[in-house]
C-alpha cells in the first residue's frame, strides 16, 4: 500500500527546497519557473508522438514529437531538434530547433537555432537566425504601424538547395 501513496504524487509537482525559487525550464525561450510560473499551461509533445487537429488555450508549446495543426494557438513555441510542426500557427514568441512547415506567424521574437528549418509562409516581427538555421518561402517583417496604410517588408527566400550560390 506504500507503494500506491507514492504513485498518487504528481509527477509534476512544484519543486521545493534551495532550488525552487527559479530554475530554467529546457526548451522555453529562456523562460524561469517559480512557484508563480509553474501554474502556466503547457502542451509537451514528447518524441515519437503524433498529435493532429487544433490546440487553444496553451500558453507554452513544446513539440519534440509531430503536430499536425489546422490551427494552433499559444503565447511561447519551442519546436525541439527533431520536432515537426505542420500546419498555421500563431504565436507571440517561437524558438526553432527542428522544422514547420506551414504558416507561421509571430507576433514578437522568432528565433531560428542552427538545426532549425523553416519551410512556407512566415511573419514575424523580430528575427533572429543562427548560423546553420534554414528558411524557404515567403517573409514578411511586422512592423510596427506608423499609421494608417504602414507598409510591411517582404522577402522571398529561396532555399539554398535551389538557388544558386551568391
Known sequence: ?????SMSRSPFAAPTGQNA?????????????SGDKAERR???????ISVQGTVQDAERLVVEGTVE?????????????????????EVEDA???????????????LTVRATGRLIGK???KRLQVEEGGQISGHLEMILDSAGPGAEKA???VADREKSPAV
Open 154 to 156: 517582404k522577402f522571398t
Open 95 to 109: 524558438e526553432l530547433a527542428g522544422e514547420i512547415d506551414g504558416t507561421l506567424t509571430v507576433k514578437g521574437n
Open 42 to 48: 503547457t502542451l509537451v509533445v514528447g518524441r515519437g
Open 21 to 33: 525559487t527559479t530554475r530554467p525550464i529546457p526548451g522555453t525561450l529562456g523562460v524561469q519557473q
Open 69 to 89: 495543426a489546422n490551427m494552433l494557438q499559444a503565447k511561447e513555441l519551442y519546436v525541439a531538434q527533431g520536432g515537426v510542426l505542420r500546419g498555421e500557427v
Open 1 to 5: 500500500m506504500k507503494e500506491a501513496s
Open 122 to 124: 512566415t511573419r514575424c
